[in-house]
């Protein structure tokens, strides 16, 4: 049986990831414009590309039977967009801000599997919520906590990205909205802090972000949020620097120069934010789903701490996010999921063995969920 070929797109901390892991059961391609980040993947097979353009992408995907996309989440829509135009099926984490299904025609016409978001959350959340709702009589309440933090907290932000930062501070400055009492709601994204208890980890702080993204259509429950965790303090660092403008967009005069705040923003933080040979991580994230089951209340609670890998020199970011993909992306290659169109995780959720399936692959890796079930 000839290896089937998949290309990565992005051949950043989580794409290299992916690909790596990959690498042990197909023949892997990673497609990217930096020279330097290709040159990082020693023994793997790499095609400089422009992604940023429909013939870039085209190009990048020739010969591909899957394409994973790992790119910044501004350039992900059109991304995805191309691999479809392509005529490839497309596992993507990019996490653009646009609605996917306006996808759904053009994938569905060429006959295509999208699946979009597949990540550790969005991700591993939407698919246990997809799962579960095929498990429940009914669902009804869904609340995601998640955050990925450093083990040392350095002053002043205690924080460091483990994935593109520009996506981090999308997180901070995009309205964040979640369901209450079956309404959609819209709050500032940092708002409604509270302070949360991990064993293992201590107090961590819990803010409002847009995270729920397909979830607000796809799954029918009255109440549905996700939240993010930070160190406690950060929120009001973020609060700051956001309402003093330093995450504007629209260009200002500075002494005769024309200057976007957020680029003057982005030089200054994204180098103390960056993570540096030898610093280690975390991600934490805690999945709770209550509904009714034969006329019963029930919790189902889903727990996942994970940390930096040190014998292969792996963010736990980059593990999270990346083996999540890259176990659909198994899926989708060996067939155990076929849906053609776009595909949010929690469509593949409910497929028959799917959730299993990707939890199976995520423990083959170290990552581990735990179950909690109360029942009233």
Known sequence: MTTQHIVVLGAGRVGATMAKDLASDFKVTVADVSEAALARLQGLGTRKADLSTPAGVAAAVEGADLVIGAVPGFMGFETVKAVLQAGKDIVDIS?????????????????????????????????????????????????????????????????QAGFSPIDVIEEYTRPARYVAHGKEVEMPALSEPELIEFPGIGTLEAFNTDGLRTLLHTIDAPFKIEKTLRYPGHIEKMRMLREVGFFGKEPIDVGGVKVAPLDLTTRLLFPMWQMKEGDEDFTILRVIVVGEKNGREVTHTFDMLDRFDRAAGVSSMARTTGYTCTAVARLVASGGYTRKGISPPEFVGREAGAKDFVLAELAKRGIHFSETVDCV
């Open 95 to 159: 996490f653009f801000p646009e609605d996917p299904f306006q996808l759904d025609a053009l994938a569905k016409e060429k006959g295509r599997v999208a699946a979009v978001d597949c990540g550790v959350a969005p991700g591993c959340g939407n698919i246990l919520l997809g799962h579960m709702a095929t498990q429940l009589d009914r669902v009804d309440r869904f609340v995601t906590l998640v955050g990925g933090l450093p083990v040392v907290r350095s002053w002043p932000f205690e924080y």
